[in-house]
């Protein structure tokens, strides 16, 4: 059984576009993440979502709009791609807050 | 602002040699350091850190931290070429306490 799940694995688009990436944990962790790891496998930080209520929002475009149906989900929306968000997406749980972080398997997004 | 830096970027070795990888921080109200591999997809948890001095093993996958001097290192013993990866370090800093700042890893290369 997948613990942390992201679909779809890969994604390329056209600038402009708008498109969503879903995940899911089957953890029963509070806490989920998107970080975005840039070409130079740089992990960062953009949104942390605890029981469902947004806690960190790290300077992240507003283009980008996470969204958290139930505590168990975390999607994320982009809006308007720009060749700049050419990354792999990384959604992640944790059941402490600063504790290990479970990963899926990482979203790649290739904007052209 | 807090940031972790790992060194060195970059390492290729033999199978068999031994490596030590380094990881030094500065967080705000620091309470513990997190070691990570990334293969080709998720980064999986190695080690998490909180005293001072306390080795923790995982069978030739060693690591220490050294809360004076800010910094952590993590030691492979006879290396194999299943060892290759990206090394990461995380803190949680004081502000988000739900967030890891990630160094920007260390690309160990073992050779046969």
């Known amino acids: 059984d997948t613990a942390v799940s992201q679909t779809p694995k890969y994604l390329v688009t056209q600038m402009g576009n708008d498109k969503s990436i879903k995940c899911e944990q089957n953890?029963?962790?509070?806490?989920m993440y998107w970080y975005k790891q840039d070409s130079k496998k740089f992990l960062k930080i953009m949104f942390s979502?605890?029981?469902?209520?947004?806690?960190i929002n790290e300077t992240v475009p507003n283009r980008f709009s996470p969204k958290s149906p139930d505590k168990a989900h975390l999607n994320l929306h982009i809006n308007s791609l720009e060749l700049g968000d050419s990354a792999v997406y990384f959604c992640?749980?944790?059941?402490?807050?600063?504790?290990?972080?479970?990963f899926g398997e990482g979203s790649r997004l290739t904007v052209l | 602002e807090d940031k972790v830096v790992q060194s060195p970027l970059s390492l290729v070795v033999h199978e068999g040699d031994t490596v030590t990888l380094n990881c030094s921080y500065e967080?705000?109200?620091?309470?513990?350091l997190l070691w990570y591999k990334q293969e080709k997809k998720a980064p999986t948890f190695l080690f998490m850190l909180?005293?001072?001095?306390i080795e923790k093993k995982s069978g030739r996958l060693s690591s220490i931290l050294d809360k004076k001097e800010l910094f952590s290192i993590l030691n492979i013993t006879a290396t194999q070429t299943g060892d290759s990866a990206v090394y990461l370090c995380?803190?949680?800093?004081?502000?988000?306490?739900?967030?890891?700042?990630f160094g920007q890893g260390t690309r160990l290369t073992i050779n046969p």
């Open positions: 992640a749980s944790s059941k402490v807050v600063g504790g290990e972080l479970f």
């Open positions: 953890l029963g962790h509070d806490t």
């Open positions: 979502y605890n029981n469902k209520e947004l806690i």
């Open positions: 967080v705000t109200n620091f309470r513990s």
């Open positions: 909180t005293s001072s001095g």
């Open positions: 995380a803190a949680p800093p004081l502000q988000g306490a739900q967030k890891l700042v």
